[in-house]
């Protein structure tokens, strides 16, 4: 079962004294094969956002909408259960300092 | 009601939740299973009254539901997609590890579930209600809670949440979640006025989760606490529908036997957590042979630690109250004013002030302070009985029975879901106030 895991954040982060390290967190789960892929991603402002309507492409500079929090990262996941993906979310310093959605793959 | 139509309806509601458990176990179709466990109990319907009722009722169920997925599932299985479902059925009974029911209801009460949807998919699924009592129960049509348990059930499918009771460290912190979904339906009795009786079916539940969990201090301790506080349901309301509160209730009533059983349960087992405390503290008042013999400082020490795990507003006027027949008033009223902003504001810590002072002989203190109350009081009815409160006070009635007369503003508890306390005054369930109610 393949999670997607969006990694989001106020634009000023909390601090988290207690959060675990992220290195620690992308080491353990790569090997042990639950984490598929995952990146930290470029600022907002980076973002182009794409839409077709009526046929005609339509480019924005920018995220989808203007939001306080922003999704800075992803990781997907295979886990057997939402259980799991829990439990290797909770350990991302990410749900500390932001906050964490857990997606669950349609496939 | 026909003698088999009775067989139906008990053995129904002692073998739904295992057979819906079972057949999720074996097939993992929410659906599937609930649709076959109704047709099993509509074919008892049936059958019981031509051919008798069988000597094992549950198992006679259990076996046409099962029966019965097999059909459907052999009539699936020409599309070639469920033949590892159906050959998992037609084997004998697996052992299960664990209790397939114990997986049931903390399925349904899983965190990653909408609270409201963990309490209706527990109902239906697991207490076998029908889904039309379900919504009649949360106040919403039919079709809307329809729609709220099929998101339920696909959140559940799609998210993958496991079908199994947690164990170890996730069970700590899991079974607080199973708890208070129980007790959430349990104070959700107190305003249900239609045919399902939801406090009935939370004890239910509690029941059977005390059978799985036998270890678990707290679990007997919310059956013992709902037991405790279900036992004054016919004292708790006079011909009038009045609510009567706990000092002028008939204590011959009371239901004994539970009370008795909910003593036992509580004998001998550590106090591990605020159900079990509230629960000693309902017992405290069940076993009294009349309000004046109440064990008050026992009461006020439960309280003491009560609020020291679990502070509330409800939590801190039920302990001054306790405080104050155990101590004096002023030592109750020291708490209150001790309590400060948390109670501020809040119609039964004035209240409570109210009847502390006319215990402390100082009636128009007591009169002003039961106006102010009903001034800021939630309801039309809580309003009304302050005031009048407020008249008896002026009146002098009050000065005549101090200690009475304190216990009377019990009159100021209204509203289906409250629970008597110490005063009367507004102890709620967790949906008002966090986790207690007490008394």
């Known amino acids: 079962m393949k999670y997607m895991m969006f990694v989001c954040t106020d634009s000023e982060p909390e601090t988290a004294l207690q959060a675990p390290d992220i290195e620690e967190w992308v080491a353990g789960n790569d090997a042990a094969g639950r984490r598929v892929l995952g990146s930290q991603l470029a600022e907002p402002s980076a973002a182009t956002t794409v839409r077709v309507r009526g046929g005609e492409l339509l480019l924005t500079d920018g995220p989808f909408a203007e939001t306080k929090e922003v999704i800075v990262g992803f990781d997907i996941l295979e886990c057997a259960d939402l259980d799991e993906a829990i439990e290797v979310a909770r350990a991302h310093p990410m749900s500390w300092a932001g906050r964490v959605e857990l997606r669950p793959f349609v496939d | ?439």
Not at chain 2, 189 to 197: M, S
Not at chain 2, 264 to 274: D, E, N, W
Not at chain 2, 323 to 336: E, K, R
Not at chain 2, 349 to 373: E, I, K, Y
């Open chain 2, 1 to 439: 009601m026909s003698t088999e139509a009775r067989a139906v309806a008990a053995a129904s509601r002692d073998a739904y939740a295992r057979i819906v458990a079972t057949l999720i176990r074996l097939t993992g179709d929410w659906s599937l299973a609930e649709d076959c466990a109704q047709d099993a109990i509509e074919s008892a319907l049936r059958r019981w009254p031509r051919d008798g009722v069988p000597a094992n009722p549950g198992g006679w169920l259990m076996t046409a539901a099962r029966n019965r997925a097999v059909d459907q599932l052999r009539r699936a299985a020409t599309a070639g997609r469920k033949l590892r479902d159906l050959a998992l059925l037609r084997e004998a009974e697996p052992a299960p590890e664990g209790d397939d029911r114990l997986r049931l209801i903390f399925t349904c009460c899983h965190p990653a579930l909408a609270p409201e949807s963990r309490v209706a998919l527990t109902l239906r699924t697991v207490a076998g209600v029908p889904t039309a009592d379900v919504a009649r129960l949360f106040l919403v049509s039919e079709s809307a809670m329809t729609r709220r348990l099929t998101r339920a059930k696909s959140k559940i499918a799609q998210s993958r949440i496991p079908y199994r009771a947690p164990s170890g460290p996730a069970l700590a912190e899991r079974l607080p979640g199973v708890l208070a979904v129980l007790y959430l339906l349990f104070t959700h009795g107190y305003d249900a006025g239609g045919e399902l009786d939801a406090a009935d079916e939370a004890i239910h539940l509690a029941r059977l989760l005390a059978e799985l969990m036998p270890a678990e201090p707290e679990v007997s301790a919310l059956l013992a606490l709902c037991l405790l506080q279900h036992s004054r349901r016919a004292a708790r309301r006079d011909a009038a529908g009045e609510l009567v509160t706990l000092d002028r209730q008939d204590r011959s009533r009371w239901d004994h036997a539970a009370i008795a059983e909910a003593v036992g349960l509580l004998a001998g087992r550590p106090v591990t957590g605020a159900y079990a405390i509230q629960a000693h503290i309902a017992a405290c008042h069940a076993t009294a042979p009349d309000f004046a013999s109440t064990d008050w400082s026992t009461l006020a020490g439960w309280y003491d630690q009560l609020a020291r795990i679990h502070p509330s507003p409800v939590v801190a006027v039920n302990r001054a109250v306790a405080h104050g027949y155990a101590y004096g008033p002023a030592a109750g009223l020291d708490l209150l004013a001790g309590a400060g902003d948390a109670v501020a504001g809040y119609a039964p810590a004035v209240a409570a002030r109210a009847q502390l002072a006319a215990r402390a002989g100082d009636p128009v203190t007591a009169a002003a302070l039961f106006r102010r109350a009903a001034g800021i009081a939630a309801s039309e009815g809580e309003r009304r009985a302050l005031m009048r409160r407020a008249a008896e006070t002026e009146a002098g009635v009050a000065a005549s029975g101090a200690r009475r007369a304190g216990a009377q503003i019990g009159g100021a508890a209204s509203g289906p879901d409250r629970v008597e306390t110490e005063a009367g005054v507004a102890a709620s369930g967790p949906r008002r106030a966090g986790a207690e109610a007490v008394g």
